[in-house]
C-alpha cells in the first residue's frame, strides 16, 4: 500500500489514500485533455450529425430549446439579384462559422427563404435543390449544418402563405421539428425577415449585409417595425443572440432560486 504523509490525510476528510498514487502532473493533463474534448468535440445530434452513436463527453448547450430561422440572399451569401446556378452561390465571409457557432450551443438552425425566380421561370426546382446542396456542401467542410431548408417557389402575384413576411414555411418547421416560436428568432436582410417575427413572436436581427441601406432601415424604423437588433454581420447577429439568450435565461429564473451571496 502507498503510505499518505500526514498532511494529506489532514486534507483528505474520507482518506483516499489511493489518490496517492496518482501524481499531479497526471491529473492536470488529464484535465486538460477533458476541456479540449468539451471545447472542441461534436455537438450531440445524432450519428446523422454527431458522425457517430452519440458517445463522447456530455456538453452544455445554452442555446438548447431555441430556433434560429434565417434568411438566405444577403443574410448567408451575396444577394446578386437571383442566384441561378450553384457555382453564383457566395457565402460571406464568416457566415460558415457563426453558424458552426450556433450548431455548438445547441440550436435548431432553420433556413426560410423567398425563392420567387422558381416561379418567374429563372430557374427550376432541380436547380434550387442543387444550390441548396452546394450550401449544404459548404457548411458541412466548415463544420456547420442547417437543421432543415424551408423555401418559396411562388411568384409575389400567387398570393401563396408561404412567402415571407407570411407565415406559412414557419407553421411548417413547428409541425415537422417542434419548434417553440417563443424561443426563436430571426435573422434577415429586409423589413419582410422583421415583420415574419413580429407575426411569430420572435426576437429579430437584421444584418445590414444584404439589400435594406440606411435609409430603408430609417423607413422600417418609422413605421414601427424596429429589429430587436442591427447587426453588420452573420456572425455579430450570432453573437447578439447568445448574449440575449442567457440574458434572457438568467431573468426568468425565479427569485426564491436566485442565490444570495
Not at 446556378?85 to 460558415?96: K, Q, R, W
Not at 446542396?133 to 408561404?162: F, N, T, V
Request: hydrophobic share 35%; net charge negative; charged share 25%.
Amino acid at each position: 500500500p502507498v503510505e499518505c504523509s500526514p498532511c494529506l490525510l489532514r486534507e483528505c476528510p474520507i482518506d483516499h489514500r489511493c489518490m496517492t498514487g496518482v501524481s499531479v502532473e497526471a491529473v492536470v493533463e488529464a484535465s486538460l485533455q477533458l476541456v479540449e474534448k468539451i471545447e472542441t468535440g461534436p455537438r450531440q445530434l445524432g450519428p446523422e450529425k454527431s458522425g457517430g452513436g452519440g458517445e463522447g463527453v456530455p456538453h452544455s448547450f445554452p442555446l438548447e430549446g431555441v430556433t434560429v430561422f434565417l434568411d438566405r440572399d444577403g443574410t448567408i451569401n451575396r444577394d446578386t439579384g437571383y442566384v441561378k446556378t450553384p457555382d453564383a452561390l457566395e457565402l460571406f465571409p464568416g457566415a460558415v462559422e457563426a453558424i458552426s457557432r450556433l450548431n455548438r450551443a445547441g440550436a435548431k438552425v432553420v433556413l426560410v427563404t423567398n425563392q420567387s425566380g422558381v416561379g418567374r421561370g429563372l430557374f427550376s426546382l432541380e436547380t434550387l435543390a442543387a444550390i441548396h446542396g452546394r450550401l449544404s456542401a459548404l457548411l458541412e467542410q466548415g463544420g456547420a449544418c442547417l437543421d432543415k431548408i424551408y423555401y418559396c417557389p411562388h411568384h409575389p402575384d400567387e398570393g401563396c402563405l408561404c412567402r415571407k413576411p407570411k407565415t406559412g414555411l414557419i407553421e411548417q418547421s413547428v409541425a415537422e421539428l417542434g419548434v417553440d416560436l417563443s424561443r426563436s428568432y430571426v435573422v434577415g436582410d429586409q423589413a419582410r425577415d422583421v415583420g415574419l417575427a413580429r407575426q411569430i413572436g420572435a426576437r429579430s436581427v437584421l444584418v445590414t449585409t444584404g439589400q435594406t441601406t440606411p435609409e430603408a432601415l430609417g423607413s422600417i424604423q418609422a413605421e414601427g417595425c424596429s429589429p430587436d437588433r442591427v447587426a453588420q454581420s452573420l456572425a455579430e447577429a450570432v453573437s447578439w443572440i447568445l448574449a440575449d439568450a442567457a440574458s434572457r435565461q438568467c431573468s426568468a429564473v425565479r427569485p426564491e432560486e436566485k442565490t444570495v451571496r
